[in-house]
């Protein structure tokens, strides 16, 4: 391959990029990398719209863009697909970064209780699903759209922050092979699986947290967003003949599970 060509992969212009969950963390991360290669890129938020606005003005490049979503909304999902199908025409890449959970210790059965799971359920594997619905006709459309998921090595060394969690990812892995065999060729579905990410997503887990999770890896290194940001770029640009599989981001911390 000549200089040029690989020159040509990290080139993402005239691309557009849906992050759901863009404005913080692993997410955010995404959306810079994705901008920074060219991308025109929508950043989806929750409830973050000072920070995903805050994040927009911040890009490199031009037509970038917020939208708010819940994944606990289906039908929201799919009108906020077909308001970004007006505003920009198509999409060629979709991020599915939105997650949730929330400490449970695996031995205390009865705090897990069932609101908490059915949030978890609906926010990691649901949520994710409707997306993918929502989105496929216009990935599709462009004949080389690319699908990446953020789940996690919980959902294959059953360890993380609850068992609904682990579960929850698990699903979300087994729903990336189902939709890698379905989708291709004109999609590819891929799943980027971190451990413990330097961001506030799980509560109480501070730097020095991590530093003691690091320190039990083979790479004791602490893994920062812009680490799993990289992979999923990786998924888009460079891994052009892949679909269907799990690229773990961790350190090698699923080594010593």
Not at 194 to 217: H, M, N, Q, S
């Amino acid at each position: 391959m000549t200089s040029a060509a690989l020159a040509s992969l990290h080139d993402l212009g005239g691309k557009v990029a849906v992050v759901v969950g863009g404005s913080a963390g692993i997410g955010a991360a995404t959306v810079r990398l994705l901008a920074e290669a060219g991308a025109s890129v929508a950043i989806g938020y929750h409830r973050g719209e000072e920070r995903a606005e805050a994040l927009r003005r911040s890009l490199p490049g031009t037509g970038h863009d917020t939208f708010r979503v819940s994944l606990e909304d289906p039908e929201g999902i799919k009108a906020a697909a077909l308001d970004l199908a007006a505003r920009h025409g198509r999409v060629d890449i979709l991020v599915n970064s939105a997650g949730t959970t929330r400490p449970v210790p695996h031995a205390n059965l009865h705090d897990l209780d069932d609101a908490l799971l059915d949030t978890i359920m609906a926010t990691n594997v649901q949520g994710p699903f409707a997306a993918v619905r929502a989105f496929e006709p216009m990935l599709r459309a462009t004949g080389r759209g690319v699908i990446v998921n953020i789940s996690s090595i919980a959902a294959f060394t059953g360890a993380g922050s609850n068992i609904g969690y682990g579960a929850s990812k698990a699903a979300l892995d087994v729903m990336t092979l189902s939709l890698a065999r379905v989708l291709g060729p004109e999609i590819r579905v891929l799943c980027v699986s971190p451990g413990a990410v330097a961001t506030d997503f799980v509560a109480g887990r501070d730097r020095a947290a991590l530093e003691k999770i690091a320190a039990r890896t083979p790479l004791k290194r602490i893994i920062e967003p812009e680490d799993v940001a990289l992979a999923v770029l990786a998924c888009i640009t460079h891994l052009t003949a892949t679909t269907g599989v799990r690229i773990v981001v961790d350190g090698g911390k699923f080594l010593t599970t």
